[in-house]
């Protein structure tokens, strides 16, 4: 069975720093791709940053760009997403999706059937 789990989120001042994690497990295959999503009250679920197995190359939404920076460690299934410069904007349930690689659209979240239950991240003025 797939297993996707994030952890990490919690409350931070705006310009803080969190540090989201994501574990997943329970798949064979060669290459996969894991994003990061968001939602906020009354808003659609937006792609915050990809990253796949193979390529290890994150891509970002330009939301996002130069503020925050995904990583993974393929050794132990996991992937961060270092949230720095945190906007009151930024607060949301952050997600985290899992599929097999190659995807058309890594920000797209039709792309992905496995997700997390999600963490929400809160920042305060």
């Known amino acids: 069975e797939v297993q996707v789990v994030e952890s990490g989120g919690g409350l931070v001042q705006a310009g803080g720093s969190l540090r989201l994690s994501c574990a997943v497990n329970?798949?064979?295959?060669?290459?996969?791709?894991i994003g990061w999503f968001r939602q906020a009250p009354g808003k659609e679920r937006e792609g915050v940053s990809y990253?796949?197995?193979?390529?290890?190359?994150?891509y970002y939404a330009d939301s996002v760009k130069g503020r925050f920076i995904m990583s993974s460690d393929n050794a132990k299934h996991m992937v961060y997403l270092q949230m720095n410069s945190l906007k009151i904007e930024d607060a949301a349930v952050y997600y985290c999706?899992?599929?097999?690689?190659?995807?058309?659209?890594?920000?797209?979240?039709?792309?992905?059937?496995?997700w997390g239950q999600g963490t929400q991240v809160t920042v305060s003025s």
């Open positions: 999706a899992l599929d097999r690689w190659p995807l058309l659209n890594g920000l797209a979240d039709y792309e992905y059937d496995y």
């Open positions: 990253i796949s197995r193979t390529e290890g190359v994150p």
């Open positions: 329970g798949f064979t295959w060669d290459d996969y791709s």
